[in-house]
Nanobody, 124 residues
Framework: QVQLVESGGGLVQAGGSLRLSCAATGRTFSTQTMGWFRQAPGKEREFVAGHTWNTGNLYYADYADSVKGRFTISRDNAKNTVWLQMNSLKPEDTAVYYC??????????????WGQGTQVTVSS
């Protein structure tokens, strides 16, 4: 069982930055694919970013087109933590952001565990 706790959300003006953190429990963090999703009011939850590894055990990141070049996902296995650095924020980035993890690698969007979410609001 993995528990995920997000933090770092808040209110920011357009063009500003926020960094979300997700602390995970469990001793298998290094072999979990970590991801961030978001859900805006009245919309379906959507993928934002993922951090997984390839067959050569090298980590790599994957991003939704809407956030490429603005958001960066990173992790520290020693701290069981994954971050989402969000720069050049836009009002359309306003949503509840969820941390998620899955036991397998790869770019599939089916995750096993979810955090409770943290609100990000970007004012214009």
């Amino acid at each position: 069982q993995v528990q995920l706790v997000e933090s770092g959300g808040g209110l920011v003006q357009a063009g500003g930055s926020l960094r979300l953190s997700c602390a995970a429990t469990g001793r298998t963090f290094s072999t979990q694919t970590m991801g961030w999703f978001r859900q805006a009011p009245g919309k379906e939850r959507e993928f934002v970013a993922g951090h997984t590894w390839n067959t050569g055990n090298l980590y790599y990141a994957d991003y939704a087109d809407s956030v490429k070049g603005r958001f960066t996902i990173s992790r520290d296995n020693a701290k069981n933590t994954v971050w989402l650095q969000m720069n050049s924020l836009k009002p359309e980035d306003t949503a509840v952001y969820y941390c998620a993890s899955k036991r397998s690698n790869g770019l599939g969007r089916n995750y096993d565990y979810w955090g409770q979410g943290t609100q990000v609001t970007v004012s214009s």
